[in-house]
């Protein structure tokens, strides 16, 4: 690594040092209670992933350059500097080991957003090229493609003319002026292409306008996940174009946590102009269908099913009770986990940990939290409403051997759908 690229890094590390994270740092007082809600120190016990410990890179370039204290010692000779070594030994906390759950700043007794912080340390990682080879990889095929897994409209194509041979409907592609917008997760499109079927016949029941666009049908910010504010802008720009092109006046968000807390709450930050629509999650529009009298179901399912709330959607976005509504129309044997909504354990694949190879021993590691939630209610078959979510439970119920089928809430609605 060249010492132009550590200066970009530390560069970065300075942008992103504002009046927040100067507060944030200056008001700790290292109690270590958010290890306590991280479930990758929880799993291992290395105090190396208490949440704090792995700003040390951005708390150091704060402290010697921002504060008087620390010139002070910098100029005494007696303050640590950022190098690259240093750089490439963190690479692993702030990547592998994180997945910006949230569940720390929630718990933090002063208020300090970590996880907040920790999206700001990885702008200056990317920037010195510390990043992991799966994040980069993704980013650049997001760029060149934009789709974080390289998929292209004519792989949509083909899953859409399944839904409609399969449905007898049609699927609305580049109709302008229609109530929504909807956009999906490769990883939907993928590995769970009931998810399009399922919506289709969910719109055509409850009379819906809506539209996919050839222009921007993926949601996915690979931008966030690594940390670089320019590729993140790029992607949200693209999704804001497709939307003012066809004149609609909402966009969903598909069954992925991180990609609605991307467009929704980051998205008008990045690009610096407010939206000429609503973000909604596709649970919200669907609880709001519910409530209008536009959802009609029947019969409900009579095994014991229990729910995951995805970080991003519930501890970060408040969306808590809608996904419990909707569990009301189709479940009749419903039981919480022990902690759940704001306080729900991460799957541990979020924050791109699903998209970093390097970091499967330690995501199957933090798995174990959720494991121990599941093992306590006994449930018959899992719910949630995350894409990422359910590919990590699926494969994390399977390495250890527990015989419990993952489903997604969207479609299980749409098995219950009064016929017409």
Known sequence: MTELSLERGLQAFRDEIDA????????????????????????????????????????????????LWGRLKGLLGLSRRVTDEMLAEWEELLYDSCSMCGRCSLVCPVGNDIQYMVRKAREGMVASGHAPEGLMGASIRAVRTGSPMGLQWKTLEVQIKHVETSTGLTVPIDVPDVDYLVLLSSMEIINFPEYLEAITKIFDHAEVSWTLSTECFEATNAGIQIGSKDIAALLVERVVKAAETLRVKNVISPECGHAYTAVRWEGPNLIGQSYPFRVFHIIEVLDDLRAAGRIRTEGKEDDRLSLHDPCNLARKSGV?????????????????????????????????????????????????????????????????????????????????????????????????????
């Open 20 to 67: 927040p994270v100067a507060a944030f740092f200056s008001s700790c007082v290292h109690c270590g209670v958010c290890a306590q809600a991280c479930p990758f120190y929880l799993e291992t016990g290395d105090p190396k992933y208490t949440p704090i410990l792995k700003l040390e890179p951005l708390r150091l370039v704060w402290e010697r350059e921002f504060t």
């Open 320 to 420: 808590i009770q809608q996904q419990r509504n909707l569990m009301d129309l189709v479940a009749s044997n419903f039981v919480e986990l022990k902690e759940h909504g704001r306080y729900q354990w991460c799957c541990g694949a979020g924050g791109g940990v699903s998209s970093n190879e390097r970091a499967e021993d330690l995501k199957r590691s933090a798995f174990k939290r959720k494991k121990a939630q599941i093992e306590e209610v006994e449930p018959e078959r899992m719910v949630t409403m995350c894409a990422t979510c359910r590919t990590q439970l699926e494969e994390g119920l399977e390495e250890f051997n527990m015989d419990i089928p993952v489903v997604g809430l969207t479609e299980m609605l749409a098995e219950h759908l009064v016929d017409k």
